[in-house]
């Protein structure tokens, strides 16, 4: 990459989403420039979270994670879609599921969990997932988690969710499509190959254990992206076994420490891409975990081109969080 260093910046582009990024290298910041200052104290006190008191609402007084109906859902559970054209617009009624999946202490989140902690996360979505996908007008199953209030959480007490509806988001959309695309044009996995050409090299690597890998991507969107993938190619996130959910969960709790301690606890996004539950066949997919740190906004540029600049190499994010 010395000859990059010529110019202010790199264009790479996505494999799969054949999107270019903008990659800064002159002005590229010090991996210590985004350590977040001080934290935000955003917390409410154990007795006004919500989330305390949920024996009240039926749950077992023991419980340590669960999944729970929102009570403010984005989807309401129904049994048609209703399916109707209003002049040249389609609309449909907002039919799906809606659950918040609570870890029982108010303050420790994933960094302070146990392994043994992440493994029940980890096999909760699982359950969740394998439940929900067989919902009749069920085509895609959402997981993600909203951490801080600059990823959007409302709620401080840590927390994730799972989206049940009839469509596949579009983020998840061009992701199938361009890993087909490359199925067809090249006989081989857009994902694997990566994969593969990011373990020969090193650099993005941030940790891997025997089945997954967390790296920052060649093409990152954001400063400090991560994804983290079976190393192994395997379209379908249910169908990973119990010693597969054990190595992801290693790789969660290493990857979200690393986060935690080399940025000092930033907000951020993430959430599953995986193979849509709508019956086809997707073996061609090779599912992952997009995790995206608020570590900055989105300007005039990438908000009016849809461009994204990341103002870090990802070469160099990932040596910092591979160090922490
Ligand atoms: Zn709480
Ligand atoms: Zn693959």
């Not at 799906?96 to 994933?110: L, M, P, W």
């Not at 302070?112 to 996360?121: A, G, I, P, T």
């Not at 709790?253 to 606890?265: H, I, M, P, S």
Request: with cysteine; glycine share 4%.
């Amino acid at each position: 990459m010395t000859s990059s260093k010529k110019t202010a910046s790199e264009l790479r582009r996505d494999p799969v989403s054949q999107e270019w990024v903008v990659i800064a290298t002159r002005r590229a910041r010090r991996p210590n420039s985004f350590v977040k200052e001080k934290r935000t104290d955003w917390r409410v006190s154990k007795k006004d979270c919500p989330f305390e008191h949920l024996q009240d609402e039926g749950v077992p007084a023991n419980w340590t994670t669960i999944s729970i109906p929102n009570k403010y859902p984005a989807f309401s559970v129904g049994k048609k879609l209703n399916t109707r054209n209003i002049g040249p617009y389609q609309v449909m009624d907002g039919i799906g599921f809606h659950e918040v999946v609570i870890t029982r202490d108010h303050e420790k989140d994933i960094p302070q969990f146990s392994l043994s902690k992440v493994k029940e996360l980890i096999d909760l979505y699982q359950e969740r997932y394998l439940d929900l996908m067989n919902e009749p007008l069920v085509n895609y199953v959402a997981i993600f988690k909203n951490k801080g209030p600059s990823a959007g959480a409302s709620v401080a007490h840590p927390h994730s969710q799972i989206i049940a509806v009839p469509v596949t988001d579009p983020d998840v959309e061009q992701s199938i499509k361009g890993s087909l695309h490359f199925w067809k044009t090249h006989k081989k996995c857009a994902h694997c190959l990566m994969i593969a050409w990011d373990r020969k090299e090193k650099k993005r690597v941030v940790f891997e254990n025997a089945c997954y890998i967390a790296l920052c991507p060649f093409a990152s969107s954001v400063a400090f992206e991560i994804r983290i993938y079976p190393k192994n190619h395997f379209a379908y996130f249910e169908r990973a076994d119990d010693f597969e959910k054990q190595c992801l969960a290693e790789v969660f709790l290493k990857t979200f420490q690393k986060l935690e301690k080399g940025l000092n606890d930033p907000d951020y996004n993430y959430f599953l891409h995986t193979a849509p539950a709508d019956g086809k066949n997707y073996d061609y997919y090779h599912w992952h975990f997009e995790i995206l740190p608020k570590t900055g906004t989105w300007g005039g540029f990438e908000l009016g081109t849809g461009v994204k600049i990341s103002t870090i190499e990802p070469e160099t994010a990932a040596e910092f969080l591979r160090k922490q």
